[in-house]
Antibody, heavy 119, light 110 residues
C-alpha cells in the first residue's frame, strides 16, 4: 500500500534553515510527481511546492519562492524540502502528497511533520 | 495566488443533502477542469474525495459528487451520515502552474 512518511520537523529560530524529508513506499516513486502542502495550526491547507516525476520541473507558492527548494532522490524514494530564511508564518504541519498523474490533484498524503519557527 | 472562497460552515441532518461551493476566478476554477475536493477529519491527513471536477477515486462513496459552473465548483453530499462530519477543502490548478486551496468548510451533521 502507498505510504508517505515525513520527517525533519522541529523548532527552529527565525532566519534559520531546516530540511524536511518524505520517504515513499508502496509505489514506483520515479513515476509520480510530488507536492508539499502545509497547514498552519488551526488553519486551512496551503499548497507549497511541486516537483515533476523526473525532477525537471519545480513550482512554488509565492509565499515561499526564493526561500524554499524542492528536490527528490529516486534512488532513495525520498522527497525533500529545503527551507531557508524561515519566518514565524512558516509554522505549520508540512505534508507531502503524491500527484494523481494527469489530474492535478493529490491522491495520497503523509501524516505530516510539524515545523515551528520561534525564537 | 488568492485562496478560493468557500463558506466557513454548513450543516445538515442525517439523510439530507448539502452542497459546498468553491468560488475562484478564470485563472483557476474557471480556466481548468482540475478542481479537486478533500475531506479532513480532526487530527488526520486530508483524503481525496473528488478529482477533475466530478470524478470519484476508487473507494469513495457515490454519495459524494462534484460539479462546476463558470468560476464556481460545488461538492454535494447526499444521504448525510455522522461520519461525514469533517472539514472539506477544494483546490484548483491555476495559471503559472500553481495550485490554490479554498479556505475550508466545516460540515456539521446535526
Amino acid at each position: 500500500q502507498v505510504q508517505l512518511v515525513e520527517s525533519g520537523g522541529g523548532v527552529v529560530q527565525p532566519g534559520r534553515s531546516l530540511r524536511l524529508s518524505c520517504t515513499a513506499s508502496g509505489f514506483t516513486f520515479s513515476d509520480h510527481a510530488m507536492h508539499w502542502v502545509r497547514q498552519a495550526p488551526g488553519k486551512g491547507l496551503e499548497w507549497v511546492s511541486f516537483i515533476s516525476y523526473d525532477g525537471t520541473r519545480k513550482y512554488y507558492a509565492d509565499s515561499v519562492k526564493g526561500r524554499f527548494t524542492i528536490s527528490r532522490d529516486s534512488s532513495r524514494a525520498t522527497l525533500y524540502l529545503q527551507m531557508n530564511s524561515l519566518r514565524a508564518e512558516d509554522t505549520a504541519l508540512y505534508y507531502c502528497a503524491r500527484d494523481l498523474t494527469n489530474f492535478y490533484s493529490f491522491d495520497y498524503w503523509g501524516l505530516g511533520t510539524l515545523v515551528t519557527v520561534s525564537s | 495566488q488568492s485562496a478560493l472562497t468557500q463558506p466557513a460552515s454548513v450543516s445538515g441532518s442525517p439523510g439530507q443533502s448539502i452542497t459546498i461551493s468553491c468560488t475562484g476566478t478564470s485563472s483557476d476554477v474557471g480556466g481548468y477542469n482540475y478542481v479537486s475536493w478533500y475531506q479532513q477529519h480532526p487530527g488526520k491527513a486530508p483524503k481525496l474525495m473528488i478529482y477533475e471536477v466530478s470524478n470519484r477515486p476508487s473507494g469513495v462513496s457515490n454519495r459524494f459528487s462534484g460539479s462546476k459552473s463558470g468560476n464556481t465548483a460545488s461538492l454535494t453530499i447526499s444521504g448525510l451520515q455522522a461520519e461525514d462530519e469533517a472539514d472539506y477543502y477544494c483546490t484548483s490548478f491555476a495559471r503559472s502552474s500553481t495550485w490554490v486551496f479554498g479556505g475550508g468548510t466545516t460540515l456539521t451533521v446535526l
